[in-house]
């Protein structure tokens, strides 16, 4: 049986880890290879870096960055934003980077989600999903562009239609969560993990270790994603895990 | 130093597995030159892509050949992934493919009601006893595959995974050796599994040296 999986996530800009992460044990706090490092240690399962660099030379240096991570952990690694093309993925895969995270360009260009699975393998293709409850409809609404652009799309249609495509797995974020710490949103990681067969990783609202068992048990997912809690210490990998182990879910 | 070849046939990305080579003490040179195969102290088979692909680039530039000459000088050889599959007789991934037959056996598609690929870390069953085991206790490792080994003799199984089946995980028959998961990417216990490996080639038991 598969663990569950646990993976923090960084966010990158020109290089460097955004948000003001204060580890006393990193001699660089900024340097997101420190960063993944120390993760990786912690017990991290996996782990997801966002680049939000604005600009090519931004971007540039994130081929360096995910290089340098290569070299340096020993657990499988995701790196997103800004990539429209499968060259760009095809860059980022050779730098030594296990799986691309597309968003906003496969809503665009939904076949860029067919052309990267067949060139690379699903099993490279995740396909990040922001989602919002639209009260009208009573159900979740996909938004591009950092949850700036509300699509008009609807989220379970659109998980569907990327896991036909040829997605690997969805990293799928309630930005109704997002922020809150009250938990990850069960019921559109429900919805969603029943309207596919691929995995499902939740993202948005962790705040306390137990929200990871309760996405796990009761919203069927296969992955809990946070960002927050681990930087600033709130908690560490291994209380999650030993609180998980201890409401006996299969945990590495 | 031990030199390892890290065989490259054109798939795949080999800056892991190599950079998690030199950590542990050796010196990891990534090569399609024959004779800086065979003159290697181990050798190890990666692989990310297809079978039949695989086995026609290896057949292409003579490095199936190379590496069964390799396995014939008794050195260690390890097959990570589609690597390990290729050690086989005989691969199904788009129709049937001669493997390079170091290990009696065939890869055949996961067949049934669940996710495919197996992606993701799963627990190590040993069934064996191997140098590649020693001193290691069962822990997780992380996969991603969607086919699997069905070796024929069941003493070159030294350890399996449980997907809705016994899944191979560890092969091993003399100094012919594969792993189904990526131990580049399987954290502690995979970098000590590929220490044990690199222990036959002559490494010292160092320790890892980030």
């Given amino acids: 049986m598969l663990a569950k999986r646990i993976i923090p996530c960084l966010d990158v800009k020109d290089g460097r880890v955004v948000k003001g992460v204060n580890f006393v044990n990193l001699r660089d706090a900024g340097d997101p290879v420190e960063l993944a490092s120390l993760y990786d240690r912690e017990g991290a399962d996996e782990l997801v870096f966002l680049d939000i660099s604005a600009s090519v030379e931004g971007r540039a240096t994130m081929i360096e960055v995910v290089r340098r991570t290569a070299g340096e952990i020993t657990i499988p690694f995701t790196v997103g934003g800004g990539i429209s093309q499968t060259d760009d993925m095809k860059r980022i895969l050779r730098a030594g980077a296990d799986k691309i995270g597309i968003n906003t360009a496969a809503v665009l260009n939904p076949q860029l989600i067919s052309d990267g699975a067949r060139r690379f393998g699903s099993q490279c293709i995740v396909v990040a999903v922001d989602a919002r409850f639209n009260p009208e409809w009573g159900e979740w609404e996909v938004y591009t562009h950092g949850g700036r652009k509300p699509t008009g799309q609807r989220a379970l249609e659109w998980v569907r239609r990327a896991e036909q495509l040829g997605a690997g797995e969805l990293l799928l974020t309630s930005m109704d969560a997002d922020g809150t710490k009250d938990g990850f949103d069960l019921a559109l990681t429900r919805a969603v993990s029943q309207s596919v067969g691929i995995p499902v990783i939740a993202s948005g609202g962790a705040g306390r270790k137990e929200h990871f068992g309760e996405v796990f048990r009761e919203a069927g997912a296969d992955a809990g994603l946070a960002a927050t809690i681990f930087h600033y210490k709130e908690m560490t990998i291994a209380e999650v895990k030993d609180e998980l182990r201890r409401e006996g879910v299969a945990v590495r | ?210």
């Fill in chain 2, 1 to 210: 130093m031990s030199a390892i070849a890290v065989i490259d046939y054109g798939l795949g990305n080999l800056h892991s597995v190599s950079k998690a080579v030199e950590r542990l003490g050796c010196e990891a040179l990534v090569t399609s030159d024959l004779a800086e195969i065979l003159s290697a102290d181990g050798a190890i088979l990666p692989g990310v892509g297809a079978f039949g692909d695989a086995m026609a680039f290896l057949r292409e530039t003579g490095m199936d050949e190379a590496t069964r000459a390799f396995a014939a000088s008794g050195k260690p050889l390890l097959g990570i992934c589609l690597g390990m599959q290729l050690l086989f007789d005989e691969g199904e991934e788009h129709g049937p493919h001669q493997g390079l037959g170091l290990l009696p056996g065939r890869v055949v598609r996961f067949r049934g009601e669940y996710k495919i690929p197996h992606m993701g870390w799963n627990r190590l069953q040993f069934r064996q006893e191997s140098p590649l085991l020693e001193g290691l206790e069962e822990g997780h490792v992380y996969f991603v595959h969607s086919y699997h080994a069905l070796p024929a003799e069941p003493l070159d199984l030294i350890a399996v995974t449980d997907y809705h089946q016994p899944v191979t995980a560890i092969v091993g028959r003399g100094n012919v050796t594969g792993m189904q998961f990526h131990p580049e990417k399987s954290g502690e216990l995979g970098m000590s599994l590929l220490r044990n490996f690199l222990r036959l080639a002559g490494a010292p038991a160092a320790s890892d040296n980030r």
